[in-house]
Structure formats: C-alpha cells, structure tokens
C-alpha cells in the first residue's frame, strides 16, 4: 500500500529559482529514496538517504530527512526548463518493494 | 551502471489477447524483481514481486491468473497479461536490485494500450 504523500501535488516555478517538494510517510523505514519521471517515460532514480541520515546532496538536490515527523524533502536549487517532470518519493522499510507517493508535478518555466 | 531493460517499450493489442512484457537486468543479476503498474498521472503500484525460481507474490487485489509472472532466470522476469481488456491499459514497469543493495533499478516501461 503507499504510505508517501508528496506535497505540493503541483509546482510551477521559474527558472533559476528553487524547488521544493515535501513528502512524508506512515511508518518506519529503512531508507527513502526520490525518483523523477518524465511524462510518459520511466523512472529516473535521484538520491537515496537512509534512516539514520538527516541530509544529503547531489549536485543541485538537496535531501533532507526528519524521522521524528516522518517526513523528507526534496530541493533543486537553481532549477532549470529540463527539471520539469515528475517527483515521487519511495520508502523502503523492509529490503522489499518500494512504496510510491503520488508525486509532484514540477514545471519550470523560462 | 546497472540497467534493465524493458520490451515491448510500448505495444498495443485487441481485447481477449495475450501480451507479454519482459524485464531483464542487463549487467547485474537480479534475484528479485519488482513490477509495478501506473495509471495516468497515477504513482506507481506495486502488483508483484518476482523471485527466481520460485511463484512470484502478488499485491492484495491483483489477479494472478491474469497478470501471468515467471522469473525464469537470474536476468530475466515476464509478465503476461492474460485476455487483455481495455481497463488493462496502463503503464507497466519493472524493477531490479543487486543482492544487498537498497537501490531499485527502474525498466524503462511499457505502455500497454488495449482497444
């Protein structure tokens, strides 16, 4: 079943500014992971932080994860037309299969 | 790096037939592989997990008679949809991870239409 919730749903910047999309889920887990996916197109895996981290960065993401209040976020600073996609966010509390989010819907605009 | 590959990456067949979709691992061994199905401006969900060798497990609400899965080697995972119908219509994709890793590597995808 999932358990992330990203939020916003929708996020229309433009370029050159941040992005910020949040996440949070139900119960504990091992490691959460954020993907993007292009319309119609399947998944690009982004960045994984694990339980017992709190941030974590890779190139223009910025990953931030709060186990207290079961959430994660997910910057992209300086963002760009080519960001625009989608963004979910997976948790992994077993080894086993991912549970997906419902994204968030980024469009970056010239 | 490691890849998996999906084909078809999109197919479209009649009601009342069969498509099978394959998911291989390309440079890594994959004891388990995951497929997952997307509607449109859906997340993903997951159907089944694959293990090699062995009947996969389905998700609660998944039809194993229909979506048909063999895990016939370490490289390779099939699923058949069986007697498509047009509320098949989805975007199917699969899953791979190395043994001991926690990352999941994504196929490409399938977009299965049936009319």
């Known amino acids: 079943s999932q358990q992330g919730e990203e939020d916003p749903q929708a996020l229309s910047i433009q370029e050159g500014e941040n992005a910020t999309m949040n996440c949070s889920y139900k119960?504990?887990?091992?490691?959460l992971q954020w993907y993007r996916q292009n319309s119609g197109r399947g998944l690009v895996h982004l960045i994984l932080i694990r339980s017992n981290e709190r941030e974590k960065h890779s190139g223009r993401l910025r990953v931030t994860l709060d186990t207290s209040k079961k959430s994660s976020s997910l910057l992209i600073t300086a963002s760009r037309a080519a960001d625009t996609a989608s963004y979910f966010c997976?948790?992994?509390?077993?080894?086993?299969?991912?549970?997906f989010g419902k994204g968030t819907s980024l469009l970056v605009t010239p | 790096g490691a890849v998996v590959s999906q084909h078809p990456s999109r197919v479209i067949c009649k009601s009342g037939t069969s498509v099978k979709i394959e998911c291989r691992s390309l440079?890594?061994?994959?004891?388990?592989m995951f497929w997952y199905r997307q509607f449109p401006k859906k997340s993903l969900m997951l159907m089944a997990t694959?293990?090699?060798?062995?009947?996969?497990?389905?998700e609660q609400g998944v039809e194993k008679d229909k979506f048909l899965i063999n895990h016939a080697s370490l490289t390779l995972s099939t699923l058949t949809v069986t007697s498509a119908h047009p509320e098949d219509s989805s975007f199917y994709i699969c899953?791979?991870?190395?043994?001991?890793?926690?990352?999941?590597?994504f196929g490409p995808g399938t977009r299965l239409t049936v009319t």
């Open positions: 997976a948790t992994d509390w077993s080894g086993y299969a991912l549970n």
């Open positions: 694959s293990n090699e060798g062995s009947k996969a497990t389905y």
């Open positions: 119960t504990s887990i091992n490691n």
């Open positions: 440079d890594f061994q994959a004891t388990t």
């Open positions: 899953s791979a991870s190395k043994e001991g890793a926690d990352e999941q590597y």
